[in-house]
């Protein structure tokens, strides 16, 4: 497949950067001061040189294979605002980061069409979504962590990593963040974790070789799409525990790589036994590593985006044809 020149925005960096990785040009909007959503090629990420900064008022003037919207507003308002009538006829995806918000299991999708691609995350995100006429394709996270980073888990701490909890509040399980550390050492890191009592952000980076001391990861969310963070953590070697809520449910195998459950208690009652049990902790944490090689490797990711972008190229051009 020839390299496409595709369109998108830095909604998630860390997950742009792992999208990246699939062999293709990414011309990334930006804005003057670089605002939330126009960020382009910006920050502490190691961009490759397939990563292309566009301003703005250049889209029109560029020539794209397909269009990646990755929000409402990109999709509602910037393809009419920054891109030409020819552009927007374009092949397009909407990739769809987090579960319905409004309503669990009734909220439409703002994308109802049979002529584009929808594409969830996880396939919990699909399953709730009212996806309307547009047709749907799942493609679970894809990871990397440094080769040289190993689970070391000697700190006798669990670890949290969720960015703005405090301002996020029950839908990311600030409370139930809050509950645990009453009876537990806990670490909070992440964008405004200092709201919290917690440490600050870690960069991206950094993350894996800062989370490899901690005893576990202690995913408290209760809703929303599955966090890179428990991957990561996971293809280190490291036992996370988790509200078993949204795709979370399916990612952690009870006693053999970490815990999940929706008894708070019992969830509390597993860290403090991982924090006695060291060995248990490792045990859990390479089977952990294992299964998040075979599920949320890179390879299978950038495979299953080459498919994605092959189909949805191939179904425009044989259209217009």
Same mark, same amino acid.
């Given at each position: 497949?020839? %390299?496409?020149?595709?369109?998108?925005?830095?909604?998630?960096?860390?997950y742009?950067?792992?999208?990246?990785?699939?062999?293709?040009?990414?011309?990334?909007?930006?804005?003057?001061? @670089?605002?939330? &959503?126009?960020?382009?090629?910006?920050?502490h990420?190691?961009w490759?040189d397939?990563?292309i900064?566009?301003?703005?008022?250049d889209?029109?003037?560029?020539? *794209?294979?397909c269009?990646?919207?990755q929000?409402?507003?990109?999709?509602?308002?910037?393809?009419?605002?920054?891109l030409?009538?020819a552009?927007?006829?374009?092949p397009?995806?909407?990739?769809?980061?987090?579960?319905?918000?409004?309503?669990?299991?009734?909220?439409p999708?703002?994308v109802?069409?049979?002529?584009?691609l929808l594409v969830h995350?996880?396939?919990?995100?699909a399953?709730?979504? /009212? /996806?309307?006429?547009?047709?749907?394709?799942v493609v679970?996270?894809?990871v990397? =962590?440094?080769?040289s980073?190993?689970?070391?888990?000697?700190?006798?701490?669990g670890?949290?990593?969720v /960015?703005?909890?405090?301002?996020?509040?029950?839908?990311?399980g600030g409370?139930v963040?809050?509950?645990?550390?009453?009876?537990l %050492?806990?670490?909070?890191?992440?964008?405004?974790?200092?709201?919290?009592?917690?440490? &600050?952000?870690?960069?991206?980076?950094?993350?894996?070789a800062f989370? $490899? @001391?901690?005893?576990?990861? *202690?995913?408290?969310?209760?809703?929303?799409?599955?966090?890179?963070?428990v991957?990561e953590?996971m293809?280190? &070697?490291?036992?996370?525990?988790?509200?078993?809520?949204?795709?979370?449910?399916t990612?952690?195998?009870n006693?053999?790589?970490?815990?999940a459950?929706?008894? =708070?208690?019992?969830?509390?009652?597993?860290?403090?036994?991982?924090l006695?049990?060291?060995e248990?902790?490792? @045990?859990m &944490?390479?089977?952990?590593? $294992?299964?998040?090689?075979?599920?949320?490797?890179?390879?299978?990711?950038?495979r299953?985006?080459?498919?994605?972008?092959?189909?949805v190229t191939a179904?425009?051009? $044989? $259209?217009?044809?």
């Amino acid at each position: 497949m020839r %390299p496409l020149n595709i369109l998108t925005w830095h909604t998630h960096g860390s997950y742009l950067y792992y999208l990246t990785q699939v062999p293709h040009r990414f011309y990334v909007l930006s804005k003057p001061g @670089r605002p939330a &959503g126009y960020g382009g090629r910006c920050g502490h990420m190691p961009w490759g040189d397939n990563v292309i900064d566009l301003p703005v008022e250049d889209a029109a003037k560029t020539e *794209f294979d397909c269009i990646l919207f990755q929000d409402d507003d990109q999709y509602l308002k910037d393809q009419f605002e920054f891109l030409t009538e020819a552009q927007r006829r374009l092949p397009r995806i909407y990739l769809e980061h987090d579960t319905p918000r409004e309503h669990p299991t009734d909220m439409p999708h703002p994308v109802d069409d049979p002529d584009m691609l929808l594409v969830h995350c996880t396939h919990f995100n699909a399953l709730m979504w /009212n /996806n309307g006429r547009t047709p749907v394709r799942v493609v679970e996270h894809g990871v990397r =962590v440094p080769e040289s980073v190993q689970y070391d888990g000697s700190l006798e701490r669990g670890l949290t990593v969720v /960015n703005h909890l405090a301002r996020r509040g029950r839908r990311l399980g600030g409370d139930v963040f809050l509950r645990a550390r009453e009876r537990l %050492p806990i670490d909070l890191v992440g964008m405004g974790a200092e709201e919290m009592g917690g440490l &600050g952000e870690v960069l991206h980076g950094e993350l894996s070789a800062f989370s $490899a @001391r901690y005893r576990f990861l *202690f995913n408290p969310i209760r809703y929303t799409s599955l966090g890179l963070a428990v991957i990561e953590a996971m293809l280190i &070697g490291m036992p996370v525990v988790a509200v078993a809520t949204t795709e979370m449910a399916t990612v952690i195998e009870n006693g053999r790589t970490g815990y999940a459950g929706t008894d =708070v208690d019992a969830l509390i009652a597993h860290m403090q036994e991982l924090l006695r049990e060291p060995e248990l902790a490792r @045990r859990m &944490g390479q089977h952990a590593r $294992a299964y998040a090689r075979e599920r949320f490797g890179i390879e299978r990711f950038v495979r299953d985006w080459q498919r994605v972008f092959a189909e949805v190229t191939a179904t425009r051009s $044989a $259209a217009v044809a």
